[in-house]
């Protein structure tokens, strides 16, 4: 059974930082892409930053050059790195996994498998 399990979340003042963690359980991690997206109150999901199965990384524009994206494939774990945290980052943050390689990264159709999400508060 695929079992996605994030973690890391918190409270932070703006200007902090956070590192979010993902486990992947079921399946070949390797093979598979995987996103980072979130979800503030009354506003719909958005993709964060994905990792393709070859390494190559992508992000929103709103988190470029604050976030970093990587990921163990030994331990089976993608990373999400959050600095320079800001109020507006605050949300509900989800892993996702695609067994895809071209693809559009930050369009959540086509992710297969999703973690239940991990809570990040960012105070002015």
């Known amino acids: 059974q695929v079992q996605l399990v994030e973690s890391g979340g918190g409270s932070v003042q703006a200007g902090g930082s956070l590192r979010l963690s993902c486990a992947g359980y079921?399946?070949?991690?390797?093979?598979?892409?995987m996103g980072w997206f979130r979800q503030a109150p009354g506003k719909e999901r958005e993709a964060v930053a994905a990792?393709?199965?070859?390494?190559?990384?992508f992000y929103d524009d709103t988190v470029k050059g604050r976030f970093t994206i990587s990921q163990d494939t030994a331990k089976n774990t993608l990373y999400l790195q959050m600095n320079s945290l800001k109020p507006e980052d605050t949300a509900m943050y989800y892993c996702?996994?695609?067994?895809?390689?071209?693809?559009?990264?930050?369009?959540?159709?086509?992710?297969?498998?999703w973690g239940q999400g991990t809570q990040v508060t960012v105070s002015p």
């Open positions: 079921g399946y070949m991690y390797s093979l598979y892409s």
């Open positions: 990792i393709r199965s070859d390494g190559t990384t």
């Open positions: 996702a996994a695609t067994p895809r390689t071209a693809y559009p990264w930050y369009d959540e159709v086509y992710y297969k498998y």
